[in-house]
């Protein structure tokens, strides 16, 4: 499982991830967007926009990358920018199936995607993202389950998805509403001939959402990998949108001493890579501090790379995966 590479991690970057949906296509729910991008939002420039945004995050030591299909072009413009850099490989690809973007490359659709979770959908798509990241796809997750998602008790989807996982995919999931708990808990009871299907979840967490919390640290202890997505609210907390409580704590964070590099940036003894962010089994998770995050990871101490991806993982390289839109 790739998300072990975290193990080897040295540097507080490495665990943090860099999702591309704001820049996958022009209309878009983050805050500042026009803060950032041309006014004129044509292909070609968001295309350059997020490989400028890849290159600076890949030296920075980000090393996770998270798409979706929905996303616009993200998978699109992420694979044109690993194909012009052949010689990176050490970074994590993320992807999601399960709503189709329907805006046609503008801002004022009605519908900007439909969510479908169904088999047919899963097979389509996936070959869609298998045309443009071949092997380079190493997570794929159900986009936003909620507890009456089809794919929760769909058995010709779940054997697929495990047919999958054995050759060498990693299969996750991700939740977005105000019943994310319940969508978790009703997803690590899925499981294909009597082993767990999901090795990932992606859940919105942050100061102003912590409902996933309990659920979360259960995830964590079923062994799965936990990714907090909408780390920073969707811009609710960056900068001038940032209520003067959350901006407070930013100011004295940064001017806070930098923590000695024999302590993790969370404060408990031993290294970097010895302290995943682990959401406490009695409490909501917990996250390290970085003005710069987006997103954390707390990595299950049973996450092994699978066969398919250990050789070109590497020890060296660390990985964190990002954040992604919840759709309404």
Not at 77 to 91: E, H, K, T, V, Y
């Amino acid at each position: 499982m790739p998300f072990a590479r975290l193990s080897a991690a040295t540097t507080p970057t490495a665990h943090i991830g860099l999702g591309l949906a704001a820049v996958g296509r022009p209309g878009y729910i983050n805050l500042g967007r026009e803060d950032d991008l041309p006014a004129v939002r044509s292909v070609e420039a968001l295309r350059a926009r997020t490989h400028e945004l890849l290159d600076a995050a890949y030296a920075q030591g980000v090393r996770y990358f998270d798409v979706a299909r929905s996303y616009g072009r993200s998978e699109e413009f992420l694979a044109d920018w690993l194909n012009a850099r052949p010689g990176i490989d050490d970074i994590v690809v993320g992807s999601k199936w399960g709503y189709t973007y329907t805006a046609d490359w503008t801002t004022d659709a009605e519908q900007h995607e439909v969510k479908d979770h169904s088999a047919a959908t899963y097979e389509r798509q996936r070959a869609e993202t298998a045309g443009l990241l071949g092997e380079r796809l190493d997570l794929y997750q159900i986009h936003s389950v909620t507890p009456d998602s089809p794919a929760l008790t769909d058995k010709e989807l779940h054997a697929e998805l495990a047919e999958a996982a054995a050759e060498g995919l990693t299969v996750g999931f991700s939740t977005s509403g105000p019943a994310q708990a319940d969508a978790i808990r009703a997803a690590l009871a899925v499981t294909v001939d009597g082993a767990p299907l999901f090795r990932t979840v992606q859940s919105t967490y942050n100061v102003l959402e912590t409902s996933a919390g309990p659920a979360l640290a259960e995830a964590q202890d079923a062994g799965l990998t936990v990714i907090v997505k909408e780390g920073m609210a969707n811009g609710r907390l960056a900068g001038g949108h940032a209520p003067g409580p959350v901006r407070e704590i930013a100011e004295q964070a940064a001017s806070a001493p930098t923590p000695s590099p024999s302590r993790s940036s969370c404060g408990s003894p031993g290294p970097e890579s010895s302290s995943p962010v682990r959401p406490p089994p009695t409490s909501s998770p917990r996250t390290c501090t970085r003005p710069s995050s987006t997103s954390t990871t707390s990595r299950s101490p049973a996450s092994t790379p699978s066969p398919r991806t250990r050789a070109r993982t590497g020890s060296g390289a660390g990985s964190c995966p990002g954040t992604e839109h919840s759709p309404p």
